[in-house]
């Protein structure tokens, strides 16, 4: 305490003008990357920032090809992790390539009238772009003239001047994300792929061309919701294109809700005012059209929709646009609300009443889940109130102090939440983990078998109840509370067990949990190969380390050729076995993470009653012909 105080009453630090200091362009993207793209990363996740720095160059290419000019993007990428784009719109006036590459809040979109309704808004992304590679290339082709910029590290180091040229008029971007913001990235191939289709999908008749791989929709929405549905429509999906929207509808079996939303082709991956107002419009239409007193709910438990609007001026909540904030349509027009509601009371009122057969599938599914809910609802308010009475002290729950749902701060899409099984495992990461940003839920054992089940479960079992209260996603997953769900397990047979016990319940109740890519398996090293005569312990990545963490045979095999006679091997059969000091490392910045997914060719019921129904013999084959047996007597032999 003395020394607290000792502290409070020394010499406040001089604060003088020269303390004042003013950042150009450049220094201010590289110095606060996450104020423009959102968070760095390696590439790994689809949100990391090399995937936001190149769809600022898309962006452009999209909203030429929105305005009439170019019907094709070329898109290329090295395995070294150089990007080309070229498109064949109608290039950058060639007087002003200079300052659009790289003088902040310079734009043509800014009164509208070259680009009415563009994803570009604010002169800012290509931009960030620039800035944030360790090259930056553009060239625009216009009016059988040229000019090329280059840059290194938003530095310009040649500007040539205008030539003639007798290339198609575009732009050509070529750029290389620096590897110092960028530690180690590589773009995948899946994550970009989804990216482009995502844009096919909005611009009907625009060809995309990706590493030689044409990518095209002719069906719009429609192709999307079919590219992203795991479970079997229950009726034909419902389809609606009008001046500035289209949407997409249609019931499955599954539990909740699940719906895509685009705002001037950009992915509002949390939604906005459209969404709330398309799930208000779309459950007050069908509730009328029944003449029932149906809660919106029901009606909505099972949907699978998408939807995109078009906007004059969108106001987005942040430069990485994933949230529509915008309340008119244009100025002195509708608003969004009453604009996404009268197109949806006509459309589907009218589809409703010509479609019998469709209305009477629906109908049939709402009171189904009506029946399924008034089932439960005792039960419901029974563990809605004691979810309640523990959210203050939830014992299973160490909770963090930065969440995903806070409306804003810098490190929320750091927040994770590990589910782990047993007290010393959960006594290990609990100790050394971020307060921050960590937090860590822990299981008593073997979680319930959910296949088969109906939602009962989830309020009956008061672990999965106090989960589900943890996550705060009864409701839907817009007020979820970590970015990653994080299941960490031990690498043996009971640990993939409850690993794949945990995923059945995710996927049968909070599927949109993990096709948002929020579900994780957190990888532990099987193995330590150190050198028998170190004589100290060093800290990882430190020169001269002779310890290696292994996370596969292969690893463990490179490693003992590396120390050779002096190898020391120690096999981690659980999480328990590992020390605080040494599993620091492994749920820190370099944790590795496999992302649980749902593909297209996934079916969730096919796959759940082959992994958690009867046992069958083709399970029993698909064991016995995937099964390895380890002699653990034999691991310090192989070298």
Request: with cysteine.
């Amino acid at each position: 305490m003395a020394e607290l105080l000792e502290h409070n009453m020394q010499e406040p630090a001089n604060y003088t003008a020269d303390d004042v200091k003013t950042l150009d362009w450049r220094e201010h993207v590289r110095r606060r990357p996450g104020m423009y793209i959102g968070k760095l990363g390696d590439g790994s996740h689809a949100d990391d920032g090399i995937y936001v720095i190149l769809k600022e160059v898309l962006d452009n290419a999209i909203d030429e090809y929105a305005m009439g000019f170019g019907r094709q993007i070329k898109v290329d990428i090295a395995d070294n992790g150089t990007v080309e784009v070229r498109d064949y719109g109608r290039g950058i006036p060639l007087e002003t390539v200079l300052a659009v590459s790289s003088k902040m809040n310079t734009s043509a979109k800014f009164d509208s009238r070259a680009f009415k309704k563009s994803v570009g808004l604010n002169g800012v992304g290509i931009k960030a772009t620039n800035a944030l590679s360790s090259y930056f290339e553009v060239t625009a082709y216009r009016d059988n003239q040229s000019r090329t910029v280059k840059y290194v590290r938003g530095e310009v180091v040649e500007d040539n001047g205008i030539f003639p040229s007798d290339k198609e008029s575009g732009t050509y971007v070529k750029f290389i994300p620096d590897n110092e913001i960028f530690k180690d990235f590589k773009y995948k191939d899946e994550y970009v792929e989804a990216l482009l289709k995502n844009y096919t999908f909005l611009n009907t008749g625009l060809t995309i061309v990706f590493n030689g791989q044409k990518l095209y929709s002719r069906n719009g929405l429609l192709d999307l919701l079919k590219e992203k549905i795991t479970n079997e429509p229950l009726y034909p999906i419902i389809h609606f294109t009008g001046t500035d929207i289209e949407i997409v509808i249609t019931h499955t079996s599954q539990y909740g809700e699940e719906y895509y939303s685009f705002v001037n082709g950009q992915h509002t991956t949390q939604g906005g005012t459209h969404l709330t107002a398309f799930r208000e419009s779309v459950s007050r239409t069908i509730k009328e059209f029944y003449g029932k007193n149906f809660e919106y709910s029901d009606i909505r438990n099972g949907m699978v929709a998408a939807i995109s609007i078009k906007v004059v001026d969108p106001v987005f909540e942040s430069q990485t646009k994933t949230k529509l904030g915008s309340r008119d349509m244009e100025p002195d027009g509708p608003t969004v609300a009453k604009f996404i509601g009268d197109f949806i009371k006509k459309e589907l009122d009218n589809y409703l009443h010509i479609n019998g057969e469709t209305a009477e599938i629906m109908l049939h599914k709402i009171q189904e889940s009506e029946k399924k809910r008034k089932a439960i609802a005792s039960i419901t308010k029974q563990a809605r109130e004691r979810a309640k009475k523990v959210s203050l002290h939830n014992r299973k729950l160490r909770d963090c102090r930065i969440h995903y749902n806070d409306a804003k701060g810098d490190r929320r899409d750091e927040s994770s939440i590990f589910i782990t099984e047993g007290l010393s495992a959960t006594g290990t990461i609990t100790k050394i983990r971020d307060v921050e940003t960590q937090a860590v839920f822990s299981l008593r054992g073997k979680p319930l078998n959910t296949y088969g089940k109906t939602q009962k479960v989830v309020y009956e079992n008061e672990e999965f109840n106090l989960l589900q209260a943890a996550l705060n996603i009864e409701d839907g997953i817009e007020g979820l509370r970590y970015n990653k769900v994080i299941i960490a397990t031990d690498a043996d047979v009971d640990g993939m067990h409850i690993r794949l016990l945990m995923i059945t319940f995710l996927l049968q109740f909070f599927p949109d949990l993990i096709k948002k890519g929020h579900v994780f398996i957190l990888q532990t090293p099987l193995f330590r190969v150190r050198n028998k005569k170190t004589s100290r312990k060093r800290k990882k990545g430190e020169a001269g380390n002779e310890t290696y963490y292994c996370y596969s045979d292969e690893e463990r095999i490179a490693a003992i050729n590396k120390l050779g006679a002096n190898a020391e091997i120690t096999r981690f059969k659980g999480l328990g076995e590992i020390s605080s000091d040494e599993f620091k490392d492994f749920i820190g910045p370099d944790m590795r993470l496999d992302q649980v997914k749902l593909r297209k060719e996934d079916s969730v019921k096919e796959m759940l009653e082959f992994y958690m129904g009867k046992n069958t013999m083709e399970r029993q084959l698909f064991i016995v012909d995937n099964l390895v047996v380890e002699d653990d007597e034999n691991l310090d032999k192989t070298h």
